[in-house]
């Protein structure tokens, strides 16, 4: 996934403390790529963002929404999400360098020209609130296991109901602790 900067040009128009500007529009990406995980990303990824002269930085807040498309984790079906997350930013005016220190902080600044790239911030509001598991619903029981059928009204499996009509308990996963000898 290759992140394209999205700039907003904040100098000279936001020199004053206390101004502030907004801004909405679309970061043009069409997936999100995380370890083995695809995500893939129907318009662009809106947001709605100000902008603030905090006198050392500029601050940006606002939204990010996305419609978005994955695979489910247990069927695999595709699924479209719909999420929104929090944009948050912080652009130094003049960051200070130590020679021979080691930076431990990490920022952003206000580059030579007076903008800033709103684009990390827009994509991280979105990666956040990604789900750790995709789901195309609460309930979905995965992929069906090669050769059974769906499970009936009950909840039990057709061969299931068949042993059991005929007298046969089908076998619990725990039968085999059934003779254990614990240690009492």
Known sequence: MHLDPLYIQVLPRLTNTGSSEYAQGVLPLTNIDIGYRHFTVAEGISYDVSLLNTSEAILLS?????????????????????????????YLFDPEETPGEEQL?????????????????????IVFELPSVTLCRPDCEGI????????????????????EADGIRPESPFAALKDFKFEE
């Open 105 to 125: 902080e990490i920022y952003e600044s206000v580059d030579t020209r007076g903008r800033v790239d709103i684009a990390p911030p827009v994509l991280a509001a």
């Open 62 to 90: 606002g939204t990010a929404t996305a419609s978005i498309t994955a695979d489910c984790d247990r069927c695999l079906e595709t699924t479209e999400l719909h999420l929104s997350g929090e944009v948050q930013g912080y």
């Open 144 to 163: 069906p296991l090669q050769g059974s059928e769906s499970p009936d009204a009950d909840g039990k499996d057709k061969e299931d109901a068949g042993l």
